[in-house]
């Protein structure tokens, strides 16, 4: 079994009376892609924020790398090697592409305007940028402004954005979420490129057939708790998990959302 990156101990948060993560136990491999379902409200997203220190667990732990990173703050969390998207909220309408990845990486090397005094650093972040723009199909777009961008570029240019912190791993939402549906096959080669690259790829996700092309692993979590976690196969044929989704496989076509 692959080393794991992130570990989490009996997780739960309570909202009032309300356990949205309920005693999760679970393992985040280092290298693999794995893919969070469940139910709507069953509690991905939370367990994404607790992840990456946007809430702090009511009882329980959290581990990267064997460091116990329970309440440390989320930009402690980024600077270790974590890197989340927040579906648009980061990209910047009035700055253009290239800027807003450039931007990201300086923030990301901590230079700020230090930036001027050496050049060869300057073209090296330059340099940098543009092979980012080319990872995620947007060269041809570097000059345009981000409020010029289509929903489906934007969300491109927001991926962008954390592949510029250089990021172990990668905590996705729906990332495809809005795109237009001739889009969505780019962006399944942009993280299939992103994984074979080193990252290690924890996705959130309602496209069946995305899921499929992309899992090595899938954790079902269902009323905030863990149902079952493993190989896509097995994971899709378990009883438990069929039950849950009212006897449709979840790896069909039909259960898909969006
Ligand atoms: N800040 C909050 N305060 C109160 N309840 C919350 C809060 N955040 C989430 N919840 C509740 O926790 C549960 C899990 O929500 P969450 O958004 O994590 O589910 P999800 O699996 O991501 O759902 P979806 O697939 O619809 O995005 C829901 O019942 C939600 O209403």
Not at 113 to 123: A, D, L, P, Q
Request: net charge negative.
């Amino acid at each position: 079994m692959a080393e794991a990156l992130i570990r989490t101990e009996n997780l739960t948060i309570s909202f009032g009376a309300h356990k949205a993560v309920n005693n999760v136990s679970l393992s985040l491999e280092k290298g693999l892609f794995t893919t969070i379902l469940g139910p709507n409200g069953a509690g991905k997203t939370t367990l994404f924020n607790l992840i990456s220190g946007l809430l702090e667990p009511t009882e329980g732990k959290l581990f990267f790398k064997g460091t116990d990173i329970t309440r440390l703050s989320p930009i402690q969390r980024v600077k270790m090697g974590m890197g989340r998207s927040f579906q648009l909220t980061n990209v910047f309408p009035t700055l253009t592409t290239y800027e807003n990845v450039r931007l990201a990486m300086q923030a990301h090397e901590d230079i700020g305007y230090k930036i001027f005094t050496n050049h060869r650093r300057f073209s090296k972040l330059n340099e940098k940028t543009d092979e980012i723009l080319e990872r995620v199909l947007l060269k041809d777009k570097k000059n345009q402004l981000a409020s010029q961008l289509s929903h489906g570029e934007q969300r491109k240019l927001e991926l962008g954005m954390v592949l510029a912190l250089e990021p172990e791993v990668l905590l996705l939402d729906e990332p495809t979420a809005g795109m237009a549906i001739e889009e969505v096959p780019t962006m399944i080669d942009i993280l299939n490129k992103t994984k074979e690259s080193g990252t290690t790829i924890i996705l959130i996700e309602h496209k069946m057939d995305m899921v499929k092309q992309l899992s090595d692993k899938l954790i079902i979590l269902v009323n905030g708790g863990l149902l079952v976690e493993g190989d896509p196969e097995e994971v899709s044929q378990n009883p438990d998990v069929l039950a849950a989704y009212l006897g449709g496989g979840i790896l069909d076509e039909e259960s898909t959302k969006d």
